[in-house]
């Protein structure tokens, strides 16, 4: 048994904001009520308690993660599942929902029940996606009922967009007759001279074509309103636009079950960081300007963007190091997310903490079908305990990832992770 005593539970499910104990028995969470005793004469006296003295601590729902790469199979050099799954818990996430783009991608289910059979190892939930589309090709349909019926969460080309319309309406027809979730990259090539950076400014400094905020938001607005016309739950994936904060809040005014995800990086920094962090601020959808990085904080507000996920992208520094035109995109995001919600929403007065811990645990756990976790008796002990304003440094020797490409090395942080426990019991401590 495991007694956090002490802690402010926090709970966006049940409201729960207060000093309380929490009992664990197994994988479950059997008590929370002020001050459990556990002396002589309690019927706690003969148990064998480990005691987590959570005094000015946070105790939450496990942090859930609807976005990362893994690049197992086919890319463990940058990331295995069990690397992947220690970041994860290292930064308070007690779930992650995996990306298709391994190779071979997930659009089969040989592929899917390899990451499921090795995600069960891992001491926390690692849950998998399968592919829209055969190879990632944008053109033939997976067995979508088949690889519903073997466990995927839902279905992304994410990477890649799906340009034939036609091909998306068959699938989003498909996905809500599965009850599952169709999660899209936007980004039109049409509208991209050179991936990473984005088309402005800080583009034309470099003499680097860049990706025009077009790409993004014309693909958005046709999804959207194939959203309206299907009825299915369509996600916008690390959304950069502030067109398509807009677009995204005029479908969900027409009753679109659309759902957008928002980035620490997104919401955190601008363009300008390419030209302080170079590669390791290259990324797809680039950093846009601070007229974007406002309208999605606006749009977090609102409740237009209801989820903040990481876009977990570990690439190798060998990778990283090239050119900018020859390096890959992407940064790793697990280990630091919390820490940058703290930093760019709650401390500057945007958010509450208790609605950040609904956008990074309850609303994408709903997106994907999931119960949302929960502070409360009787429900899956996945619990997070981290000081709101603890300050911690990101060093790139502690990172528990197998990459180090991100621009927040160095930098300081709040929302020390000190505990994460997923089943019951202890899988990062800190």
Known sequence: MILIKNGRVLCPVTGKDDIMDVLIDESRIIQ??????TGEGTWLADKDVAVIDATGLVVAPGLVDTHVHFRDPGFEYKEDI????????RGGFTTVVCMANTKPVVDNLETLEYIQKKGEATGIHVIQTATVTKGMAGDELVDMEALAEAGAAGFT???LPIMKEEVLLHALERAKELDLPVSLHEEDPQYIKQPGVNMGKVSEQLGYGGASSEAEYSMVKRDCELAVRTGAALCIQHISAKESVEYVRQAKKQGADVHAEATPHHFTLTEDAVLKYGTYARMNPPLRTEEDRQAII??????????????HAPHSKEEKDRPMDKAPSGITGLETSLGLGIKSLVQPGYISLIKLMELMSTNPAKLYRMIPGSISEDEPADIVIFGENEEWEVKEEEYASKAVNSPFTGWILP????????????????
């Open 32 to 37: 929370v009520e002020k001050d459990i005793k």
């Open 82 to 89: 069990e690397t992947g799954a220690a970041a994860a818990a």
């Open 157 to 159: 080309d994410d990477g």
């Open 298 to 311: 606006k749009g977090i507000v609102d409740g237009t963007i209801d989820m903040i996920v990481t876009d």
């Open 415 to 430: 929302g020390k992770v000190h505990y994460t426990i997923c089943g019951g019991k202890i899988v990062y401590w800190g």
